[in-house]
């Protein structure tokens, strides 16, 4: 269907830039200080609003990271991307929430409870820990198990309706109503951690895939309708405008907020506006104007951002998928087996040796070569020539395999080693059950 990302459906998407322009996805080009290499070579390619948590970052406030799990299957390579990206933010002084989506995995998948539970402990949350997330500065959380969620995706469910959401998702009528309500549970759990009890309203980073950016977008608009206030650039400079209420305590209230900063203010109680005209830039009015709003409103948020990363391609051609055993390298593969994937693996490669060695390969739609851009080779001078010298038929499928397969090994049995040693109690502390 065509103007529509089916977050429930699997598959690979190619064209990455088209589908940045074609949903008004921005383009990801941000130089982080010490960030792993994902966030440079291309696979984390959009985002929407990350500036603030970008500057967040660089002035060292405080931010938050929000993330979450299906939990339907095993975790693979492309999950750890996730997490590689988590760490990152940890290290960088963001406060990290993950969600395990229980009760999307039952309204959409048809996991039980306790199933998606028993699968969250022991195939995430205990190589969330291997993997070095700091627990004592994380924390998991079950859908089902946290009521704020529930309660924040009923409350804020009035701010959208059922032709809305019709529109985006492409829902059949068929539809259960514990998948339809999916979507507003999401919503819960992006924008309470934002919440007084939940560390209260800071810039927000939701890293996902590409396919999760519907609910991301229906999200923003929610936290925007949710809002007292609207804020626009006009010819008198930076409007503040009240959508309903007591408009003459509202912007009275605005312009307190806004005194310490600006100074020329213009009010129009009858058209429920305020203008401030020494003000030129729209975001730091709307900001003051955000911390005005949160004085009585409980739902008054920083507009989550998010990032969007490119799918792992799956060793046997589609995407990276637990549903599919051979496409994926999973955490708790034993090294054996993941080099026997590895070695099977679809490449670039021309048909014979000779071919590729006239021709040249295609590292571009090879699985092996993003397993050395994803995970593998974090030096980029050595990633690129690994690119030319397959481009240039000098390097040959069968050893550029061997030695994705011995990194990968390594790779494995090191998160393993450490997921064994992971002990009961720091998993108890981590996951609030
Ligand atoms: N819908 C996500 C998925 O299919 C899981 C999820 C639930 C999630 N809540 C979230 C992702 C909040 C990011 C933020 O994988
Ligand atoms: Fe892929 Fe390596 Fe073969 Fe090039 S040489 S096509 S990168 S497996």
């Not at 032709?163 to 999916?182: D, K, Q, R, T, W």
């Not at 549970?185 to 810039?203: A, F, K, S, T, W």
């Not at 992971?422 to 996951?431: K, L």
Request: glycine share 8%; proline share 4%; hydrophobic share 40%.
């Amino acid at each position: 269907m065509a103007g529509i990302i089916n977050p429930w459906a699997s598959h690979q998407y190619k064209d990455y830039a088209k589908l940045r322009d074609e949903f008004g996805i921005e383009e990801f080009s941000f130089d982080l200080p010490d960030a792993p290499p994902i966030f440079r070579r291309g696979v984390i390619f959009g985002h929407r609003g990350f500036n603030r948590v970008y500057r967040a970052i660089l002035n060292r406030e405080r931010f938050s990271v929000l993330t979450g799990l299906m939990p339907s299957g095993r975790m693979h390579l492309g999950h750890k991307m996730v997490i590689d990206q988590v760490l990152y933010y940890q290290k960088m002084g963001g406060d990290i929430t993950i969600a395990v989506a229980d009760i999307e995995a039952y309204g959409a998948r048809n996991v039980p409870l306790d199933a998606a539970k028993d699968l969250a402990l022991r195939e995430y949350v205990r190589n969330y820990i291997a993997l070095g997330l700091d627990p004592g500065r994380a924390r998991v959380y079950f859908q089902s198990r946290r009521k704020a969620v529930t309660d924040l995706a009923y409350i804020l469910g009035k701010r959208t309706n059922l032709s809305e959401v019709l529109g985006i998702y492409g829902f059949e009528p068929s539809v259960n109503m514990a998948h339809l309500f999916a979507p507003l549970v999401q919503i819960g759990d992006i924008l309470h951690v934002q919440l007084d009890e939940y560390g209260g309203m800071r810039p927000t980073v939701v890293p996902v895939g590409v396919d999760q950016d519907p609910h991301i977008r229906l999200t923003r608009e929610v936290a925007r309708r949710a809002r007292t206030y609207s804020v626009k650039k006009t010819e008198e400079g930076v409007g503040v405008f009240v959508k309903s209420g007591d408009a003459e305590a509202l912007l009275v209230r605005a312009r307190r907020h806004l005194e310490g900063r600006f100074s020329e203010f213009d009010i129009n109680i009858p058209y429920g506006a305020l203008y401030v005209k020494d003000a030129s830039s729209l975001e730091e009015v709307e900001e003051i104007i955000l911390r005005a709003d949160r004085e009585e409103n409980p739902y008054a948020f920083y507009l989550p951002a998010s990032t969007y990363h490119r799918f792992m391609t799956g060793l046997t051609g589609g995407k990276m998928s637990s549903s599919d055993e051979n496409s994926a390298i999973f955490l708790s593969d034993s090294p054996e087996m993941a080099r026997k994937k590895v070695m099977r693996a679809l490449t670039g490669g021309g048909q014979t040796v000779q071919e590729h060695r006239e021709k040249g390969g295609n590292p571009d739609v090879c699985a092996v070569y993003e397993l050395y851009v994803y995970h593998l080779e974090r030096d980029d001078e050595r990633l690129r020539e690994i690119y030319d010298s397959c481009r240039r038929g000098e390097r040959l499928c069968g050893g550029c395999k061997k030695e994705a397969a011995n990194l990968l090994e390594s790779l494995l049995r090191d998160i393993q080693e450490k997921a064994a040693a992971v002990d009961d109690a720091v998993m108890r502390e981590f996951v609030e059950m």
